[in-house]
């Protein structure tokens, strides 16, 4: 991709002509700079600056260092590597040549978060917006499907409705849940999810995990919640699970995980009711023939008092 509106200039020369970076960085602020929409809203890239810093190569934003060959082409620092030093426009040898002007015009520009669109109102220096929009809180989700490697990135009502017709989970509104588990040979743990659901509660998507794996070589059962959303809001609710029989009962309680954190990692922590074998099967009936024993649970929301600086469960009825 060429560019004629502006002159690079390469790293090697001895003096660098500090007004002719000036009248570029000028002359680009004028032309190419977003234009501010008023009213709070995000401010939106004109083309011109998109095209300006994309790298020809693999169409991401060039960030410093940014290399040009003698004929002016730009490309960045990681596909100058990719090419073989080689100008995949004009195929000329690229040296160690640096667009210094077009870099000091990156450094002065301010972009909003590339997920404006999905809400996020932040504005950020040029090199400063990689590392916003990594831990943004407006960015998409990660399928949180256990059952295959899903691919789908989306926000939420999108991954609700993905959930439910791609994946055939099902699908509950309420905020407490009974679920029962029969497996008729106790002794065959296939690492496993047996049982996904999702509860619309509270106006927000909570997932629900059952899954037998295998550590090391004990069968272990394990359920945990994981809520829909970000970790600073999934903090605001709290959910119970229990097992019992014969007498006994087991309860976890804890703060749901965001799907954020991928399944792997809430498991592999083991947040979230574990039981052993020997306790499933005696809380099944005791005869170890057949697992069979139910869990129920219910989610609440944590409500700050304030007199007495504590939280209060706001219960779902």
């Given at each position: 991709?060429?560019?004629?509106?502006?002159?690079?200039?390469?790293?090697?020369?001895?003096?660098?002509?500090?007004?002719q970076?000036?009248?570029?960085h000028?002359l680009?602020?004028?032309?190419?700079?977003?234009?501010?929409?008023?009213?709070?809203?995000?401010?939106?890239?004109?083309?011109?600056?998109?095209?300006l810093l994309?790298?020809?190569?693999?169409?991401?934003?060039?960030?410093?260092?940014?290399?040009?060959?003698?004929?002016?082409?730009?490309?960045?620092?990681?596909?100058?590597?990719?090419?073989?030093?080689?100008?995949p426009?004009?195929?000329?040898?690229?040296?160690?040549?640096?667009?210094?002007?077009?870099?000091?015009?990156?450094?002065?520009?301010?972009?909003?978060?590339?997920?404006?669109?999905?809400?996020?109102?932040?504005i950020?220096?040029?090199?400063?917006?990689?590392?916003?929009?990594?831990?943004?809180?407006?960015r998409?989700?990660?399928?949180?499907?256990?059952?295959?490697?899903?691919?789908?990135v989306?926000?939420i009502?999108?991954l609700?409705n993905?959930?439910?017709?791609?994946?055939?989970v099902?699908?509950?509104s309420?905020?407490?849940?009974?679920?029962?588990?029969?497996?008729?040979?106790?002794?065959e743990?296939?690492?496993a999810?047996?049982?996904?659901?999702?509860?619309?509660?509270?106006?927000?998507?909570?997932?629900?995990?059952?899954?037998?794996?295998?550590l090391?070589?004990?069968?272990?059962?394990?359920?945990?919640?994981?809520?829909?959303?970000?970790?600073?809001?999934?903090r605001?609710?709290?959910?119970?699970?229990?097992?019992?029989?014969?007498g006994?009962?087991?309860?976890?309680?804890?703060?749901?995980?965001s799907?954020?954190?991928?399944?792997?990692k809430v498991?592999?922590?083991?947040?979230?009711?574990?039981?052993?074998?020997?306790?499933?099967?005696?809380?099944?009936?005791?005869?170890?023939?057949?697992?069979?024993?139910?869990?129920?649970?219910?989610?609440?929301?944590?409500q700050q008092n304030p007199?007495?600086?504590?939280?209060?469960p706001?219960?779902?009825?």
């Amino acid at each position: 991709m060429e560019f004629n509106s502006i002159e690079c200039i390469s790293s090697s020369s001895e003096v660098i002509d500090e007004d002719q970076i000036r009248y570029h960085h000028h002359l680009l602020q004028n032309q190419f700079l977003p234009s501010k929409i008023h009213n709070n809203s995000a401010i939106h890239p004109t083309t011109s600056v998109h095209e300006l810093l994309e790298c020809p190569v693999c169409t991401n934003s060039m960030y410093p260092p940014i290399h040009q060959c003698h004929n002016g082409h730009t490309l960045c620092s990681t596909c100058k590597l990719r090419v073989h030093n080689r100008c995949p426009t004009c195929r000329q040898e690229l040296k160690d040549i640096r667009c210094l002007a077009l870099e000091k015009v990156a450094e002065s520009l301010e972009l909003p978060c590339k997920y404006f669109s999905l809400g996020c109102p932040e504005i950020f220096p040029y090199n400063s917006k990689l590392k916003h929009e990594a831990l943004c809180n407006f960015r998409p989700y990660n399928c949180p499907y256990a059952g295959s490697e899903c691919s789908v990135v989306e926000n939420i009502p999108y991954l609700v409705n993905h959930l439910r017709d791609d994946h055939k989970v099902d699908m509950h509104s309420r905020c407490t849940f009974n679920h029962r588990y029969v497996k008729s040979n106790p002794r065959e743990v296939e690492n496993a999810t047996w049982m996904l659901t999702v509860f619309n509660c509270f106006g927000h998507y909570f997932y629900l995990h059952f899954e037998a794996f295998q550590l090391g070589m004990a069968p272990i059962y394990m359920a945990f919640l994981r809520f829909m959303g970000d970790e600073t809001e999934a903090r605001n609710y709290s959910y119970s699970l229990e097992v019992g029989g014969n007498g006994r009962k087991f309860v976890w309680e804890g703060t749901p995980r965001s799907i954020r954190d991928s399944h792997r990692k809430v498991r592999d922590n083991h947040d979230g009711l574990v039981i052993q074998r020997n306790m499933a099967l005696f809380f099944s009936s005791g005869d170890k023939k057949e697992l069979k024993f139910r869990v129920t649970g219910r989610i609440w929301k944590e409500q700050q008092n304030p007199d007495g600086g504590v939280c209060i469960p706001n219960l779902c009825s």
